[in-house]
Every structure is written in structure tokens, then in C-alpha cells.
């Protein structure tokens, strides 16, 4: 059974970090690729990062050159560092696997950034 546990977020104040945490259980992760996404109120759902099998990334306008996403298949974690934190960045975030294309979804953490 595929099980994916977020944690790390929270409230933090704009100009601020925070570091999310996603472990991976259920799975053979360095086949995964790894992703999060959010969802802010009143929003759809948004691709944030993805991490590839073999390191490669791609990241939202939005985020790039603000937050940094990796991988450690040795302890099946996917990690998501947000720096520079904006207002608009406040969301529900979800670790996400993709496995040719079929998705699994965390239950989400909430990151909350005060202006």
C-alpha cells in the first residue's frame, strides 16, 4: 500500500522559510517520480516541483529561484525548500508520486505566510 506523509508546514511570516518533508513508504521510490503540488482556497490545484528518477527538476514560474526540491532514495524522502516566502505562496501542500503518469496522493500540509 502506497503511503505518502507530509510534514513541515506551518505559519511563517513573508520574507520567511520553511522546509517540507514527504516520506514515501509502500513503494520502490527511486522509480518514482516525485512532485508537490498545491492548493490554495478558492483555487485549483497547481504543479509546484517535480523531481525526476534520476535528479532532474522543473518548477513553476511562480517558485523558481525560491524553492528547491529533492530527493533521498536511501531514506525514500522527497523534501520541498521554500525560501523567500510571499503571501500568495499560503496553500495546502501535497506530495504527489508519479508513476508513468498514475498519481498518488499525500493528505497535505498547510503552509500559512503572514505579510
Known amino acids: 500500500q502506497v503511503q505518502l506523509v507530509e510534514s513541515g508546514g506551518g505559519l511563517v511570516q513573508a520574507g520567511g522559510s520553511l522546509r517540507l518533508s514527504c516520506a514515501a513508504s509502500g513503494i520502490i521510490f527511486r522509480l518514482n517520480a516525485m512532485a508537490w503540488y498545491r492548493q490554495a482556497p478558492g483555487k485549483q490545484r497547481e504543479l509546484v516541483a517535480t523531481i525526476s528518477t534520476t535528479g532532474g527538476t522543473v518548477y513553476a514560474d511562480s517558485v523558481k529561484d525560491r524553492f528547491t526540491i529533492s530527493r533521498d532514495n536511501a531514506k525514500k524522502m522527497v523534501y520541498l525548500q521554500m525560501n523567500s516566502l510571499k503571501p500568495e505562496d499560503t496553500a495546502v501542500y501535497y506530495c504527489?508520486?508519479?508513476?508513468?503518469?498514475?498519481?498518488?496522493w499525500g493528505q497535505g500540509t498547510q503552509v500559512t505566510v503572514s505579510s
Open positions: 504527489v508520486r508519479d508513476f508513468s503518469g498514475s498519481l498518488t
